[in-house]
């Protein structure tokens, strides 16, 4: 963890978060996920930061909540956190991912992987990790068999 805050630290003044826009055709996705499920966001990087970007793109509303790097750096831990606090079941709950490690540590906590390929990894990268279901538009995400 503590190498970890210390690249973070590094990196952290050399972007630019004015620059994030939504992707094109998430905001209708979004809306029509939420009206079904209860939405959170489960990052490495700091909650406060998640959540001016969030507000900046006009997507906070959407979220219940953000467990970011202040909990735990493991996101699988987050994951567990979240199943208990809201009381979902491992079967019913889907972690959507855009890199390989987001990938692998939903699958250590049980639940179904969903990757993206509009974020930090390739199709193709994503593709050896073998998630559950590989989507490359947004709107893909409304197409995934519910239980």
């Known amino acids: ?30 809306e029509a996920l939420r009206q079904r499920h209860i939405l959170l966001v489960v990052s490495s990087n ?13 997507l906070d509303r959407y979220f219940e909540d953000v467990l970011g790097l202040e909990f735990t750096l493991s996101k699988t831990e987050k994951i567990h956190r979240a199943l208990d606090r809201f009381r979902s079941t491992r079967q019913g709950t889907y972690y959507i991912g855009d890199t390989t490690g987001d990938i692998r540590e939903a699958r250590q906590a049980g639940v179904k992987t969903v990757a993206v390929t509009w974020g930090w990894h390739s199709h193709d990268k994503l593709a050896l990790t073998e998630p559950d279901y590989l989507v490359d538009t947004p709107e893909e995400l409304l197409l995934i068999p519910q239980p």
């Open 46 to 58: 700091s909650t406060g930061i998640i959540k001016k970007i969030l507000f900046q793109v006009g």
């Open 1 to 30: 963890v503590a190498a970890f805050t210390r690249v973070s630290a590094r990196i952290a003044p050399t972007l630019d978060y004015g620059q994030i826009r939504a992707v094109g055709g998430l905001v209708p996705v979004l």
